[in-house]
């Protein structure tokens, strides 16, 4: 099955930094979201992105879908940014979506 | 729209009893799908129901089991509970033709004692 890598699996920053979050994936797929876990278990999407770029506030995503790769920038952070990052795909048939190990992103004041 | 919806959010059960999680997709969601998530193992597929059927399956025991209404509302059963199965139970729902976005509920936190 497909196999997804997240990195860094840590990362502290001040508030107002930015940051690169990075997913790795190891075959074809036909869906690809980023999602932000609160501190009370609820995934929250960010984007739905098997391929190109798209923009949300401070955040941006991008799928490189050849490269088998994406990125999540978050730009001028905020405490409330913090918590754990996770990509997940689907696999071309769309049936089966697994997730990344996460990355778990500290905002300190 | 309302969310997905889950219940119970939390449990408390002893080893060897059977749980029953409920979850209430999207209205004009036809597929569900249940997932666990324990420190250990992170975020992992259990199942997908779509139109009352059972579409996909993940890598868990047959003490793992679900079903799906003719409203799409889905049920995960879990039999003999071990202190292993203490975890996050994460539903989704999505479209399931058409569109490949999947939503999630609040989770049902359980404890086995």
């Known amino acids: 099955g497909i196999q997804v890598e997240q990195s860094p699996p840590d990362l502290i920053l001040q508030e107002g930094a930015n940051s690169t979050l990075r997913c790795n994936f190891s075959?074809?797929?036909?869906?690809l979201q980023w999602f932000h876990q609160n501190p009370w278990g609820q995934l929250i999407n960010l984007f739905y992105?098997?391929?190109g770029t798209k923009q949300n506030g401070r955040l941006s995503a991008t799928t490189v879908a050849t490269e088998r790769y994406s990125l999540l920038y978050i730009s001028s952070s905020q405490t409330t940014d913090s918590g754990v990052y996770f990509c997940a795909v689907g696999d071309n048939y769309g049936q089966n979506f697994v997730f990344g190990p996460g990355t778990r992103l500290s905002v300190l004041p | 729209k309302a969310g997905v919806t889950q219940t119970p959010r939390y449990l408390i059960k002893t080893r060897g009893q059977q749980v029953t999680l409920s979850c209430s997709p999207i209205s004009g969601h036809r597929s569900v799908s249940w997932y666990q998530q324990t420190p250990g193992q992170g975020l992992q597929f259990l199942f997908e129901?779509?139109?009352?059927?059972?579409?996909n399956k993940g890598n868990f025991p047959g003490r793992f089991s679900g079903r799906q209404f003719s409203n799409s509302r889905s049920e995960m059963n879990v039999s003999t509970l071990e202190l292993g199965d203490s975890a996050l139970y994460l539903c989704?729902?999505?479209?399931?033709?058409?569109?490949?976005?999947?939503?999630f509920g609040p989770g049902t936190r359980l404890t086995v004692l």
């Open positions: 075959d074809s797929v036909n869906n």
């Open positions: 992105i098997p391929s």
């Open positions: 989704a729902s999505r479209p399931g033709t058409g569109g490949n976005e999947q939503f």
């Open positions: 129901y779509f139109s009352e059927t059972q579409r």
